[in-house]
């Protein structure tokens, strides 16, 4: 993860960087307000600004939701657990459905525990650094996400993409996850 965080986000970061270079009002707004916002982006950075945008936005809440094993953080409250048995019917069912989720994820991106509009919870699968739930829209809310691309677990891994979303589960930060929920 040390590789991940310091090589692959730093690049989104610079990356986005150098794209707003030329327009300092740009600059001036929040990764937000660009995200939210793309069609009054320059079309000549609107896909760069996507891209690395939506990688650097996805990354820094991927983090956030990350927590120590044998920490208070990952362990899961009754709140949540009483959230995803009325959603999932089961925490099994939960695990079961976001792991076939980002199994089914055709190449790069990224598998999200949605709360929708209206309240209810949602999993689904987004391409590449889509930026759809970022950071909340009308479609619904990003509470949960995992980074499928293989960056994320090629050096541990390899090719194992089911080992890398078991693993996810023992490290969920639930505190931060029933933060993201209000």
Known sequence: MKIHHTKHHQAYIDKLNAALEKYPDLQAKSLEELLTNLDAVPEAIRGAVRNHGGGHWNHSFFWQILAAADSNEAKLPDEIKLLLEKNFESIEKFQTQFKEAA????????TWLIKKSDGSLLITSTPNQDVSFAPSTSSGQAVLGLD???????????????????????????????????
Do not use: C, P
């Open 103 to 110: 199994l089914g994820r055709f190449g790069s991106g990224w």
């Open 148 to 182: 499928v691309w293989e960056h994320a677990y090629y050096l541990k891994y390899q090719n194992r993409r089911a080992d890398y979303i078991d693993a996810f589960f023992r490290v969920i930060n639930w505190t931060k996850v029933v933060e993201n929920l209000t």
